[in-house]
């Protein structure tokens, strides 16, 4: 069955076959969304994309972070931006993107548009960042390297099943949706270290909303908008094999999502891995003084994203391997966003430490893998390495997790996480109020 048939089979998927460990991790994955969305609101970019939302205005039916409801689609695009305002949301690194504020914006403006329960809500969000995994295994690498967002770009699919799947499209509809959503999708990697980043994460969501609510109007689109001729996979990646694009296993096996990572340190994901191990290693009675050289070796594409050697802002610092060793040695607050001042660039003692951290290329290792040698003052050496792709126990993961919400909010982070086990009682609208505050 063509690829695009077996996505629209799924996005029909009943509930009841979704496995209850990812419907609990979609819960995580919510309470971390609303957590980086509500510790968002005051990001230059919240304040633009709030301003042009009510100057456009319209009706007024679903919340946004830090500002009045709006209408569904202009509530999407802004939820969408604020949450990935901080870059301290969830990363599903088979995707290559971030799943929860491309689709959980589109999911939550669906649902209070149409009084959805939580479950329903929560369904549509899994089924959704299903999808958008899937299509971007498809899109890969090369269409990463070539400059695309997938965040914006396979997740602009996702965000448009999970709409579709709320506002109930027949298999018609959702086809005419994905090649709408073709047509829409977008996104570049040019807008990173710009407001245009985050922005790509609310157009995910806006298309989402758009192409779903046209669909429903029966608005037409070619047959396959995704994978056919001329479509989204042959116009956006260079030489893709589309003989070989299959969904690889419909519903009911393994969900690729259950593989989702949740960012634990206000930084980017690719200094993840290197901050667990030099944690581990802290353990051990390591200190900041008895280092006198740490060698690193680390999959060579973070080498030019994450290793500026001599950081100039705050920003820079949560994209320097020397730094945030230094800083995780001493034990500096690597989870609360508010750490990474300018004036930590000019940090005198880090800067010390810089000088002793070596980084290296090592293309046996994954995106999620690090191993390094720590030498110290008396001679000794200590190996330091971590996985990423480990899993945590969901126990551990949440422990982590709420952690994380009081770092970012204090009391209303953990606010936030308290209706945890309440959840499959609550519905959209009620779900809102956290969102708007």
């Not at 799943?99 to 548009?113: K, N, R």
């Not at 206000?266 to 009675?285: Q, S």
């Not at 949440?398 to 204090?410: D, F, M, N, P, T």
């Not at 936030?416 to 505050?437: F, H, K, P, T, Y």
């Amino acid at each position: 069955m063509p690829f695009v048939d077996d996505l629209i089979a799924f996005s029909a998927q009943s509930s009841a076959d979704l496995p209850a460990s990812a419907l609990r991790l979609a819960q995580f994955s919510l309470l971390d969304w609303l957590v980086c969305g509500r510790a968002g609101v005051e990001e230059p970019v919240a304040q633009k994309l709030r301003a042009f939302g009510v100057s456009e205005g319209g009706v007024q039916t679903a919340s946004t972070f830090g500002g009045p409801k709006m209408p569904p689609r202009m509530a999407a695009l802004i939820n969408g931006a604020v949450s990935h305002a901080l870059d301290y949301d969830d990363t599903h690194f088979a995707h290559i993107g971030h799943l929860s504020v491309g689709i959980y914006p589109v999911a939550l403006a669906a649902a209070e548009d149409i009084g959805a329960n939580a479950s329903d809500f929560l369904a549509a969000f899994v089924v959704g960042a299903e999808a958008a995994i899937r299509i971007g295994t498809v899109l890969g690498a090369a269409h990463y390297n070539l400059g695309f967002h997938q965040t914006a770009t396979a997740g602009a699919f996702g965000a448009t099943v999970a709409a579709g799947r709320l506002y109930g499209l027949t298999q018609e509809q959702m086809r005419a949706a994905l090649g709408l959503c073709a047509t829409r999708a977008s996104g570049l990697k040019s807008q990173f270290g710009t407001m245009g980043k985050p922005y790509n994460a609310g157009i995910a969501a806006s298309n989402g909303i758009e192409c779903a609510q046209l669909a429903r109007l029966d608005m037409t689109s070619c047959a396959d908008g995704l994978m056919g001729p001329q479509g989204f996979a042959e116009t956006h990646h260079a030489g893709l094999p589309l003989e070989t694009a299959d969904w690889d296993g419909l519903a009911g096996g393994k969900l690729l999502f259950a593989d989702n990572k949740y960012k634990l340190h206000a930084c980017c994901h690719g200094l993840h891995a290197m901050i667990e191990a030099v944690l581990l290693a802290k353990e051990t009675g390591v200190t900041f003084d008895d280092v006198t050289e740490f060698v690193l070796r680390t999959n060579p594409r973070w080498l030019k994203v994450c290793d500026i050697k001599q950081p100039r802002t705050g920003l820079e610092v949560k994209f320097s391997y020397a730094w945030l060793a230094g800083m995780t040695l001493r034990g500096d607050a690597t989870g609360a966003p508010d750490t990474y001042t300018d004036a930590l660039a000019l940090d005198l003692a880090l800067a010390a430490f810089a000088e002793k951290v070596t980084v290296i290329g090592d293309d046996t290792l994954t995106d999620l893998q690090v191993e390094g040698i720590l030498t110290f003052k008396n001679g000794a050496t200590r190996e330091a390495s971590f996985d990423l792709a480990a899993p945590l126990p969901m126990e551990t993961l949440e422990g982590k997790l709420r952690s994380k919400a009081q770092a970012c909010l204090g009391q209303e982070g953990a606010d936030i996480w308290s209706i945890l086990d309440q959840m499959d009682q609550m519905n959209a609208r009620e779900i809102g109020r956290l969102v708007s505050g």
